[in-house]
């Protein structure tokens, strides 16, 4: 069992950045891939990222690709979503998810846990 938690989304202008944090529970983090999704009003969720269980691996998006970067600390539990020269259509609320062993892919069916969401509002 795998608890995420979002946090750091906020309100921020256009071309400004954002760093948005997942923290998990559990010792077994280091053998979950991570992914970070999106879900805009009236959107169906998106994928943004994800960075592969074994960390070597990470893929985006086209639309965030060059602005955007995932990392993670094992250590830390924590996975990042460094986010750079925001613009407005980035505007959503952010999730993390969790699957294990994963390659790091981008259907959300796919993954298995799932964090609450933290909102993410960029100002044009």
């Known amino acids: 069992q795998v608890q995420l938690v979002e946090s750091g989304g906020g309100l921020v202008q256009a071309g400004g950045s954002l760093r948005l944090s997942c923290a998990a529970s559990g010792r077994t983090f280091s053998t979950y891939a991570l992914g970070w999704f999106r879900q805009a009003p009236g959107k169906e969720r998106e994928f943004v990222g994800a960075i592969s269980w074994t960390g070597r691996n990470t893929y985006y998006v086209d639309s965030v690709k060059g602005r955007f970067t995932i990392s993670r600390d094992n250590a830390k539990n924590t996975v990042y979503l460094q986010m750079n020269n925001l613009k407005a259509e980035d505007t959503a609320v952010y999730y993390c998810?969790?699957?294990?062993?994963?390659?790091?892919?981008?259907?959300?069916?796919?993954?298995?846990?799932w964090g609450q969401g933290t909102q993410v509002t960029v100002s044009s």
């Open positions: 998810a969790a699957e294990a062993y994963g390659p790091g892919r981008s259907t959300p069916s796919l993954y298995n846990y």
